[in-house]
Nanobody, 117 residues
């Protein structure tokens, strides 16, 4: 089994920055690609950014140029640096990891990010 735990969410003013973190534990050797998803009230969960085991990244159009995803495999950590935050970025942010063997998705419990003045 794989456990993912997010941290670092909070309240930030528009234009501000925040970094959320994801700590992986358990059978982490099973994880290949990882990513950050978010879900705003009344909306479906959406992919924000993803990163492969070798560091190739992909971003949603809405966050390109503002968000940066990274991972440090040796530390079992993944990060999402969010700059120029806007109210529409308000959501619960979830850490995701994909099982390289069976394709199963692992999820964290989520961390709330609120952008408001």
């Amino acid at each position: 089994q794989v456990q993912l735990v997010e941290s670092g969410g909070g309240l930030v003013q528009p234009g501000g920055s925040l970094r959320v973190s994801c700590a992986a534990s358990g059978s982490i050797f099973r994880i290949s690609d990882m990513g950050w998803y978010r879900q705003a009230p009344g909306k479906q969960r959406e992919l924000v950014a993803s990163i492969t085991s070798v560091g190739n990244t992909n971003y949603a159009d809405s966050v390109k140029g503002r968000f940066t995803i990274s991972r440090v495999n040796a530390w079992n950590m993944m990060y999402l640096q969010m700059n120029s935050l806007q109210p529409e970025d308000t959501a619960v942010y979830y850490c995701n990891g994909k099982d390289a063997v069976n394709g199963q998705d692992y999820w964290g419990q989520g961390t709330q990010v609120t952008v408001s003045s």
